[in-house]
């Protein structure tokens, strides 16, 4: 019981953190809000989590995390991938620079 009671501080120290504290990326802060939510209300009971999934129109709270949990880890895949392709295009531009950098020198 004292573990549960210290996980439900926890997700509302987080949830708390993530409305305060700024963010570079408005996705972090939405998945560490939303993520801290739905900890604290899977800590709650059962019962909460399976009347929050028939109001979605989800048949239980089992399927509810399941499509929760899929759809977190495709938007995790998109935003790194994403991420990414900025750092490449970031590498490309610095490496143009450099060469036209360097001839220049080089006359």
């Given at each position: 019981?004292?573990?549960?009671?210290?996980?439900l501080t926890?997700?509302?120290?987080?949830?708390?953190?993530g409305?305060?504290?700024?963010?570079s990326s408005i996705?972090?802060?939405?998945f560490?809000?939303?993520?801290?939510i739905?900890g604290f209300?899977?800590?709650?009971?059962?019962e909460?989590?399976?009347?929050i999934a028939i109001?979605i129109?989800?048949e239980?709270?089992?399927?509810?995390?399941?499509?929760?949990?899929?759809?977190?880890?495709?938007?995790?895949?998109?935003?790194?991938l994403n991420?990414?392709?900025?750092?490449?295009s970031?590498?490309?531009?610095?490496?143009?620079k450099?060469?036209?950098l360097e001839?220049k020198i080089?006359k």
């Open positions: 019981m004292i573990v549960k009671y210290l996980f926890m997700f509302v120290f987080l949830f708390v953190y409305l305060l504290r700024p963010f996705f972090a802060k939405l560490l809000i939303l993520g801290s739905f209300i899977s800590l709650l009971g059962s909460y989590v399976n009347r109001f129109g989800v239980n709270a089992t399927l509810l995390y399941l499509y929760f949990g899929l759809v977190i880890i495709f938007l995790t895949i998109i935003i790194t991420r990414f392709d900025q750092v490449n970031r590498i490309t531009k610095l490496t143009r450099i060469t036209m001839s080089d």
